[in-house]
């Protein structure tokens, strides 16, 4: 908002200070634009309409054309500095020349202007390119100092902030990348270097000297056995042997579409919880990788993704065994209901990884299944449905304590039937059984 006002307000200034021509005879610059090499021009044109401020709008325009023209040379330049695609190349030309005009409005003259018999106004701009870059090479020498301190500091340690620093240094020379601009590197060699190569080499170099690894090695668990077990990482710089301290990283699980995002200690360690939700497989790989969502310069975070290394973990899955004891009372009375109890099985195997057993003794879990039904009240009459509520609920028990690993609560269900209370309850049942894959589903993720 700050850069438009200022360029509102020059556009005020100089409106007033030009002069405007009424009909006649065309101007010169406004058959053939002049061209010299003291100054760049552009002309912008709009109709004559009072409800709008046609004045500012002209004058608008008029800098986009010099704009434009800086644009151009600063296109050609950018091709030998930075190696991306054409793409990229216009969106950073766009970038610079945007901060060069908000730079250079002090420097603007609005020196003619010309309102045709067709209505059209007409302006002229021109913006001195002697005073343009010796402004010019004076924020490129700032920028130059900025940037190199920073790529010092941010090669001194290792660290979480060292990715930040370079993408500042980066931030700094960006509106002068056309310019090429250079620090003399390494420090005392007395060689000069462009400093954008520079940033490029020490995010590659920054990228492949970090390593990360599980303790321990090789992880094996146990779904539901190992639920909320921790689990730690080592990220290590690879030329010193020592931990990278606050580095932002990103575990990935590829059955999950959720991302975790883990911050190192000062030793360069960091814990962990994988998550209780593993489908049927017996070896799974986690991915590990820098996290630059905080990057804010677009050119460092490209370089930084194309040079980032990613870090798998093996996972073996060792399957539970469960025991399965189901109470199933219908209005008090003992019932055997296989589909349910099948059910129940299915979800656990491709959630759990889960294998079940009939023996208690051998098993790892025991999961006791307890549903009960219960009248509340008479039936209203004849022409009423008979009412029964169920309910219940799913343990899961460690086998070797006898410690609660889960606590599972069933939906409460209403069953109904016109001929008996029995099949009302047996409604209910069913109702709970239906119910089962969105319970124990969100469970598992």
């Known amino acids: 908002m700050s850069r438009l006002l200022t360029f509102y307000l020059a556009i005020i200034f100089f409106s007033c200070a030009s002069k405007i021509a009424t009909g006649g005879k065309k101007p010169d610059w406004l058959v053939s634009r002049p061209s010299d090499k003291e100054n760049w ?3 912008g044109s709009v109709s004559v309409d009072k409800q709008i401020d046609y004045k500012k709008v002209a004058r608008l325009r008029a800098v986009s054309e010099v704009a434009e023209q800086i644009k151009i040379k600063i296109e050609s330049k950018l091709v030998d500095v930075v190696e991306v695609s054409n793409s990229q190349i216009n969106e950073f030309s766009s970038s610079i020349v945007e901060s060069r005009v908000d730079a250079s409005l002090d420097f603007i003259e609005y020196f003619d202007s010309f309102v045709g018999g067709d209505g059209q106004f007409h302006v002229i701009a021109k913006l001195n390119r002697k005073k343009y870059f010796e402004k010019l090479d004076i924020e490129l020498g700032k920028a130059e100092k900025i940037s190199s301190d920073l790529i010092l500091s941010a090669s001194s340690v290792f660290n979480g902030s060292t990715f930040k620093k370079l993408s500042q240094a980066m931030s700094e020379i960006g509106p002068f990348l056309d310019l090429s601009p250079k620090m003399e590197y390494p420090i005392g060699s007395g060689s000069t270097e462009l400093i954008y190569d520079i940033i490029s080499k020490l995010i590659y170099e920054h990228n492949n000297r970090l390593q990360i690894k599980t303790e ?9 056995l190992d639920l909320k077990r921790e689990m730690s990482l080592y990220a290590f710089d690879k030329k010193l042997n020592r931990g990278v301290s ?3 990283l990103i575990m990935s699980v590829p059955f999950l579409d959720s991302f975790d995002t883990l911050l190192t200690s000062d030793n360069g360690r960091a814990r962990f919880v994988l998550p209780d939700f593993f489908p049927i497989s017996s070896e799974y790989k986690i991915l590990f990788y820098l996290d630059f969502s905080k990057v804010k310069d677009d050119r460092s975070k490209q370089l930084m993704k194309v040079s980032s290394l990613r870090f798998p973990l093996d996972l073996s899955i060792k399957s539970p065994s469960i025991f399965i004891d189901d109470d199933i009372f219908n209005l008090g009375k003992k019932i055997s209901n296989r589909s349910l109890v099948d059910r129940v099985k299915t979800i656990f195997e491709n959630s759990y990884s889960a294998s079940f057993i009939g ?11 307890n549903i009960q039904t219960e009248r509340r009240r008479e039936r209203l009459g004849e022409n009423f449905p008979f009412i029964v509520y169920g309910n219940g609920g799913i343990n899961l028990v460690r086998t070797e304590d006898n410690s609660e690993i889960k606590v599972i609560q069933l939906h409460e269900k209403k069953g109904s039937d016109f001929n008996s209370e029995n099949l009302a309850g047996l409604d209910a049942i069913d109702k709970i059984e239906k119910d089962l894959e969105e319970i124990l589903g969100q469970l598992s993720h």
């Open 41 to 43: 021009y552009g002309v």
């Open 216 to 224: 321990p090695d090789n992880i094996v668990i146990t779904p539901l």
């Open 246 to 248: 606050n580095i932002s």
């Open 359 to 369: 023996e208690p003794e051998t098993s790892d879990l025991k999961m006791i299944i």
